[in-house]
């Protein structure tokens, strides 16, 4: 598949997740075969206004092509200026949030407060699209709550203001991240546009994820809460999608030493103070749902240098994990989606 002028590897994505989806993350899931990755939302104003954070969480220096950045927004002329940062700062293509749900972004009218004023949502696209070369796509719900799901109207009308790609994520704004994600809903926008859409909602499984594609029609899917310690899944889909082939879970003595890949990227990008820090979440989405990892988990809340993580992962080599139950993440992963 293709978005502008790029042809994807796959037609799987990294769904953009604050917090979550830095470049460390990025790097390895583009090494698994994710055809395209995004950065996590990154506010236009603050952007704008030259906040340093900002500008690292568009820092696309370990990227593998084409890369994604997605910016947070409603103001027209605020969110062009970011745009043409953004594309100076190599961004292969602009990513517009129209679904973020948390009250701080609603309340400066970006995110999914969008969906509730289309005629606005449309300025803030073509701006964006009039003040970039690169391709720019669009990531909505279905509306921001059941009795004004206008999922159609702003997937025609965003198409029409020239964004070459869009995203859909099968909630409402109301619905937040529960229950599932409609499907069908994602269905009626890919048979109502012509440029590519890609699903997002409640892909844990290859099968799931081949499925949804074929039962919905997109043009690719979007990995979100399923690869939060799970990294792997993008590799298992990838085969799937690409080639029909069936990748086994992994064992445990890899699942802890993709953890301890995903480690020495953080620290290394980050440093070991702030890097050992924000790898607490990440080692304990990892060794989640496995026999004894409760009490490694535990151990994980201390860690603060690398040292830290080397005893953690040394007791977790040395645990008898049994096999891993997926479920029991969604309260987790949905509690610091709330967070984000
Ligand atoms: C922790 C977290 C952070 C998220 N941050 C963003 C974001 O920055 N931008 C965005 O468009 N969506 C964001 N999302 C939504 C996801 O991209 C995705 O659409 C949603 O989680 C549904 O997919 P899932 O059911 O597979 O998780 C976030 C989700 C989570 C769980």
Known sequence: MKIGPYRLSSPVYVAPMAGVTDAPFRKIAREFGAGLACTEMISSEALVRGHRESFRLMDLGWDDRPVSVQLMGGDANVMAEAARMVADAGADI?????????????????????????????????????????????????????????????????????IQG???????????????????????????????????????????????KLESGVDAVMLGRGILGNLWLVRQTVALLNEGETVADLGWADQVALVRRHCDLVVAYYGPER??????????????????????????????????????????????PGARIPEGELAETAASCEAA
Request: with cysteine.
């Open 94 to 162: 602009v990513d517009i949030n129209m679904g973020c749900p948390v009250p701080k972004v609603v309340k400066t009218s970006g995110g999914s407060s969008l969906l509730r004023d289309p005629d606005r949502a449309c300025r803030v696209a073509t701006a964006v699209v009039e003040a970039v070369s690169i391709p720019v796509t669009v990531k909505i719900r279905l509306g921001w709550d059941f009795a004004s799901r206008n999922y159609l109207e702003m997937a025609t009308r965003l198409e029409a203001t020239g």
């Open 166 to 212: 869009l995203a859909v994520h099968g909630r409402t704004r109301s619905q937040r991240y529960d229950p599932w994600a409609d499907w069908r809903a994602i269905a009626e926008v890919k048979a109502a546009v012509s440029i590519p859409v890609a699903g997002s909602g409640d892909l844990r499984t290859p099968s799931e994820a081949l499925q949804r």
């Open 275 to 320: 890097g050992s820090r924000l790898l607490r979440k990440f080692i304990a989405w990892g060794l989640h749902g496995f026999r004894g990892a409760a009490r490694l988990r535990s151990m994980v809340q201390s860690v603060s240098t690398p040292d830290d993580i080397d005893r953690v992962l040394g007791e977790a080599l040395a645990i008898d």
